[in-house]
């Protein structure tokens, strides 16, 4: 069996796989709004500016309905503000959820790296441990053939 086939095998390694895929789907759609939010906002913005600059226009075209024109004028550039005060909230909140996406998604690729070290490590304790089981056997056979051999030997000269 090879490495990676023991790895993919791991249940941890599994769940940090599974774990980095959905952050990465979750990064995706995170980028994907980000580069949305924008236009869609900025939209928004224009529509209000113009919609602002027409009343600024009616103000000061029509002397008659100055204190309606301006009211309206300044509501309109309220709602201009706001959303471009909008528009921040969502860039920062999803820059940050972008940001912190990445974190997780270094964090897992971390840990199942540690995993594999970790695995490995095992791996080579197992190796040892029979490496030093075999030794010993060698030694115990050849401890019982060198008896056996001095036996065979005090056999043929007559010592036994």
């Not at 594999?116 to 441990?129: L, Y």
């Amino acid at each position: 069996m090879s490495d990676s086939q023991e790895y993919l095998r791991d249940k941890k390694i599994q769940k940090i796989d599974a774990d980095t895929q959905q952050f990465k789907a979750e990064l995706k759609k995170a980028e994907a709004d980000l580069s949305g939010i924008g236009g869609r906002i900025d939209g928004e913005i224009e529509r209000f500016r113009t919609e602002a600059k027409t009343k600024r226009d009616a103000y000061d075209s029509i002397r008659s309905r100055m204190l309606e024109a301006e009211k309206e004028w300044r509501d309109a550039d309220r709602q201009f503000r706001l959303a471009e005060g909008q528009k921040s909230k969502e860039i920062g909140s999803t820059k940050k959820r972008v940001d912190q996406l990445r974190i997780r998604i270094r964090d897992a690729e971390r840990a199942r790296q540690n995993r594999i070290s970790e695995i490995e490590r095992e791996k080579q304790k197992v190796v040892e441990k029979a490496k030093k089981e075999k030794a010993k056997e060698m030694d115990r056979r050849k401890t019982e053939e060198v008896a056996r051999v001095e036996d065979q030997k005090k056999k043929e000269v007559g010592l036994k």
